[in-house]
């Protein structure tokens, strides 16, 4: 880890709202080496992260985010497929010890002590075309509506795959931090622009806001452990109609190799974690983040 390494992470946490809050450069540090993460270099440089925290019952892929000026190259789905390399064979991340239990019957029986551990989901959520491609070529699902208890067996829910002790577990860690957000807000970007008391109290939890208006729009993605020697698609064959899937999800593909050859303006689409090209003339009431 270098210091650049968390000047880049929060940055990025403070530009992409669909992310977690940001920190200050030291404190990212400091989370890089107690949560388990993948991390992508260029020349030194960070140019790809995401996290993996273990839930009740899953493993989490969290905070997928790649710099803007690498976005389009591939760099996702390297994130991925390192994430589920680590994911198959890492007993920690899995709540387990590296040190197999010790059986001394076994062992004065010369018997060969099984280390193997129980691989957990891994699970994923978004609303951005761009990672749901990502996820779909790294052998994600993404999970239909089922009905389910707390629904009254009435409703299909899009999270109704899950188990109730997971969906709990991430009620509970999505709770707590929007409490401490509500709380006490998050750090402004910089050269925000100054306003009254009221409209900077609301700046600050903006991403309370936003994940409230976007939150029938984030997609669950499973990949089963039964994937564990299933290595993410590589191989141009093997995408072979990607395009198809993706558009079944209700999705727009969009091959963002061949915009580029066509001349395309990319500075309309750099909001890569947004889902959506926004209108930046348009400004939301009291979260007003413009510089002066």
Same mark, same amino acid.
């Given at each position: 880890m270098i210091e650049t390494d968390g000047e880049w992470l929060s940055e990025q946490f403070e530009k992409n709202l669909d992310l977690r809050v940001s920190k200050?450069?030291?404190?990212?540090?400091?989370?890089?080496?107690?949560?388990?993460?993948?991390?992508?270099?260029?020349?030194g440089n960070l140019i790809g992260y995401c996290s993996l925290n273990r839930r009740s019952g899953a493993i989490?892929?969290? $905070?997928?985010? %790649?710099?803007e000026s690498h976005?389009?190259?591939?760099? @996702?789905?390297?994130?991925?497929?390192?994430a589920w390399d680590r994911w198959r064979q890492d007993p920690i991340?899995?709540?387990?010890? %590296?040190?197999?239990?010790?059986?001394?019957?076994?062992?004065?029986?010369?018997?060969?002590?099984?280390?193997?551990?129980?691989?957990?989901?891994?699970?994923?959520?978004t609303r951005n075309v761009a990672a749901a491609a990502a996820f779909n070529r790294a052998g994600f699902k993404i999970m239909s509506p089922k009905r389910r208890w707390w629904t009254l067996w009435l409703l299909r829910h899009k999270y109704g795959a899950l188990k109730t002790k997971t969906i709990f577990s991430i009620i509970f860690d999505r709770l707590l931090r929007s409490f401490f957000i509500i709380l006490i807000g998050e750090r402004l970007p910089k050269n925000t622009k100054k306003v009254n008391f009221i409209k900077k109290w609301f700046q600050k939890r903006r991403r309370i806001f936003?994940?409230? $208006?976007?939150?029938?729009?984030?997609?669950?993605?499973?990949?089963?452990?039964?994937k564990v020697d299933s290595a993410p698609i590589r191989t141009e064959e093997k995408e072979q109609g990607i395009?198809?899937?993706?558009? @079944?999800?209700?999705?727009?593909?969009?091959?963002?190799?061949?915009?580029?050859?066509?001349?395309?303006?990319? $500075?309309?689409?750099?909001?890569?974690?947004?889902?959506?090209?926004?209108?930046?003339?348009?400004?939301?009431?009291?979260?007003?983040? $413009?510089?002066?």
């Open positions: 200050k450069p030291h404190q990212e540090l400091a989370l890089l080496s107690r949560i388990p993460n993948i991390l992508i270099r260029e020349n989490e892929l969290c $905070s997928l985010v %790649v710099d976005r389009g190259k591939g760099v @996702s789905h390297k994130i991925l497929y390192l991340i899995h709540g387990k010890s %590296v040190i197999p239990p010790i059986d001394l019957a076994a062992a004065m029986r010369e018997e060969q002590i099984s280390e193997d551990f129980v691989v957990l989901p891994m699970i994923a959520f936003h994940y409230l $208006s976007y939150a029938n729009q984030y997609e669950l993605f499973i990949l089963e452990p039964n395009d198809s899937k993706i558009e @079944s999800f209700g999705m727009n593909f969009i091959d963002g190799g061949k915009l580029i050859k066509k001349g395309a303006n990319i $500075s309309e689409t750099k909001n890569w974690d947004e889902g959506a090209v926004i209108d930046l003339n348009k400004k939301l009431p009291l979260v007003d983040l $413009s510089e002066e």
